[in-house]
């Protein structure tokens, strides 16, 4: 598990890990030319906060509204989601960029994920200040599916501003709407 500060028992990679030199599994391809908004997931509080970058997300309209993320098994955020049950997705902007990197653990983050970041530990976790939009949720519940888990949790809460360019990911690389 991710405690505050504390490295990860996963590491900066060498390479990008979503972009393989030999052009990759045909389905992993095909995900990638689905053009994605990026968020970054947090959970937990105090020394036991994690959080990751995820594109993999749907947002189920219904009473009650759900969330649907997909997350890779063993990731330290998935653990501390099922420790809490409750988690925030923060909708990223073109300038968060590097926000994206750090919690996809493709950037260096010395003295942990959320290090000199503006954040308040709230009821469902770190809620980064930088980013407006987000949602707050309830686990539900997790499902394997193929190698990814589905994290199904009730949408408790959103907060939304303005998002004019937001973060995207296409076929390997952030884009943003013009």
């Known amino acids: 598990m991710v405690r505050d500060g504390a490295p990860s028992r996963r590491v900066i990679h060498d390479e990008h890990p979503f972009r393989p030199a030999d052009g990759?599994?045909?389905?992993?391809?095909?995900?990638g030319r689905l053009a994605a908004g990026v968020a970054v997931?947090?959970?937990?509080?105090?020394?036991?906060?994690s959080g990751s970058t995820v594109a993999s997300i749907l947002v189920v309209?219904?009473?009650?509204?759900?969330?649907?993320?997909?997350?890779?098994?063993?990731?330290?955020?998935?653990?501390?989601?099922?420790?809490?049950g409750?988690?925030?997705?923060?909708?990223?902007?073109?300038?968060?960029?590097?926000?994206?990197?750090?919690?996809?653990?493709?950037?260096?983050?010395?003295?942990?994920?959320?290090?000199?970041?503006?954040?308040?530990?709230?009821?469902w976790g770190p809620e980064l200040a930088v980013a407006g939009n987000r949602g707050r949720a309830t686990l539900e519940r997790v499902e394997r599916v193929g190698y990814?888990?589905?994290?199904?949790?009730t949408l408790d809460e959103v907060v939304l501003a303005n998002l004019e360019r937001p973060l995207i990911w296409f076929r390997g690389r952030y884009m943003a709407v013009p």
């Open 24 to 31: 990759g599994d045909p389905v992993r391809r095909l995900r």
């Open 41 to 49: 997931v947090t959970s937990g509080e105090q020394t036991e906060r």
């Open 61 to 84: 309209e219904g009473e009650p509204a759900r969330l649907v993320l997909s997350l890779a098994e063993g990731s330290d955020v998935l653990e501390v989601i099922n420790s809490t």
């Open 86 to 123: 409750r988690f925030v997705v923060h909708v990223l902007a073109a300038e968060d960029r590097a926000l994206s990197d750090r919690f996809a653990l493709v950037a260096p983050s010395p003295g942990g994920l959320f290090a000199g970041l503006a954040f308040e530990d709230g009821k």
């Open 148 to 153: 990814q888990q589905l994290v199904v949790a």
